[in-house]
């Protein structure tokens, strides 16, 4: 009868102690990378392409990373026409500081960047565009510096995420 008694009591503790252990083991998981992860080390430059003032038909420049260095296309339309009223603003992300502030196309022009969309420290901007959830609703579209176990969701200057074509990585900052 004793044996049998603890024989219950020993299987009701593994009952109760197993869901304490996977939420320990699940949450050690979770927040254990955090410890080791390196902050990121490199500064990267945005584009925000103001597609609300744009009038139809009407191209804006273009602004890309080819071999390391910030290229602009002319942005006309077929026909030649004008592109006034039409401005793709560059800003530049401080990794650091997580401030950000607008830079002219000239500034930007001048950095060197690295090829690809992955840092050299392991990180990469990413873009999400939200989701519904077990319960309904939308978390909305978010950036997110992601790399080495952790992912921070940004505040970025000039970005509208309603509208998620306004946002562009152009390329991170060589150092």
Known sequence: MLQEKTY?????RLAFALPVLLIVVVAGMVYLPRLWAKPAQY???YMRDDVTTRAPGIACPTVWIENGSLVKSDGY????TSNAGC????????????????VSFDE??????QIGAQSKDGYEVR????????FGGSSGPAVYL???GISKQLQLAGIDLSSMYN?????WIEK
Not at 108 to 113: G, I
């Open 8 to 12: 219950q009591d020993w299987s009701l």
């Open 43 to 45: 500064d990267f430059v």
């Open 77 to 80: 339309t077929p026909d030649r």
């Open 87 to 102: 401005e793709n603003i560059l800003y530049r992300y401080d990794v650091a500081t997580g401030a950000t502030r607008r």
């Open 108 to 113: 930007a022009s001048a950095l060197k960047y």
């Open 127 to 134: 873009l999400s565009y939200g989701n519904s959830g077990p």
């Open 146 to 148: 992601s790399g080495q």
């Open 167 to 171: 946002f562009h990585f152009l390329g």
